[in-house]
């Protein structure tokens, strides 16, 4: 286990003997309780598999494909290399690769679209701060590689590279602040980090898709979240469903879904609403967390080896 997930474990046990110190709901270390599943909008989670690869100890973040079936991404934290693993819902591994030209600082999250030129792309989130000392944050973008092509490469040592990436460099407008989620708008191609924060709410920052131009932009706060839970803003990972309807983020205990009302036109609307929280399953370290290709199916992991997939599906 690495310094930086003993950290995290560090903060998850403190953090956790503060919500059942001060809620009646909380949850346990593997396990998320004190939730109504009946009068959750989701049915009752499921363990689809375990990842059975040995060179993913960390899956800080995931996507799942939009131009593939059954296929998955995910990536390890800090320390774990500029690589990203693909495996199916059975948990076998599809292959590994090298980010061309990327650098993993800190990789806390990634997201996927399928664009308007018939591709899909990965974002990967290299944004994690947790000592506030980065001058700038970067989110990598490049065409998600083919599992039918590259299977056989299979640990980082074979893996080959993917396509060039797009890059684009970031730094917040007022203070250095350590983000764990990731999240782009299949619909419009808006991008949006939250931070985490200990203290107080979430913030959400808007970002303009200016990659390569090879400036730092500055992003642009749109709003402030937080979590019926607490610490309110220890936001570890999100999502927005392909149709653009909704959002899920999650901390290390639940998942929260935010729905944007029937006669809103802007996304940013979703923001304010108040979130619905929803069991996620046994979850060691939970950073991940996305949605299926129906806009009703969340999935997430969690960061250990042998971490299960987990899968949590919208009643109808």
Request: charged share 20%; aromatic share 10%; hydrophobic share 35%.
């Amino acid at each position: 286990m690495s310094l930086k997930t003993i950290t995290k474990l560090a903060c998850f046990v403190i953090s956790l003997f503060v919500v059942m110190a001060g809620l009646s709901s909380c949850s346990g270390i593997f396990e998320t309780s004190g939730i109504d599943d009946n009068a959750s909008p989701y049915k009752v989670p499921e363990i689809l598999a375990r990842i059975n690869s040995g060179e993913i100890n960390e899956s800080s973040g995931l996507a799942v494909s939009r131009c593939q079936s059954d296929v998955f991404w995910t990536h390890n934290d800090s320390g774990g290399g500029p690589f990203v693993y693909a495996f199916n819902s059975a948990g076998k591994t599809l292959g590994v690769w090298r980010v061309a030209e990327a650098t993993n600082v800190d990789w806390e999250d990634m997201a996927t679209i399928a664009a308007a030129d018939g591709k899909c792309y990965l974002y990967m989130g290299d944004i994690g701060d947790n000592e506030k000392k980065r001058e700038y944050l970067t989110i990598y973008r490049f065409p998600e590689p083919s599992t039918t092509t590259n299977a056989a490469n299979l640990s980082r040592e074979t893996a080959i590279s993917t396509e060039k990436v797009e890059v684009l460099r970031f730094k917040y407008p007022n203070e250095r602040s350590n983000a764990e989620a990731l999240l782009v708008n299949q619909v419009s191609g808006a991008i949006y980090v939250v931070t985490k924060s200990q203290n107080g709410p979430a913030q959400v920052f808007a970002l303009e898709a200016n990659f390569n131009t090879g400036e730092v932009s500055a992003a642009t706060k749109v709003a402030d979240v937080s979590l019926p839970a607490s610490p309110v803003g220890q936001v570890t990972g999100g999502a927005i469903s392909p149709d653009g309807k909704r959002l899920v983020l999650c901390d290390y205990s639940a998942g929260y879904e935010f729905n944007l009302s029937s006669n809103s036109n802007e996304f940013d609307e979703v923001w304010p609403q108040k979130p619905t929280r929803f069991n996620l399953g046994p979850r060691f370290i939970g950073e991940s967390v996305a949605f299926g290709t129906d806009s009703s199916t969340v999935f997430a992991t969690t960061e250990n080896a042998d971490a299960p997939l987990i899968r949590v599906e919208r009643k109808k």
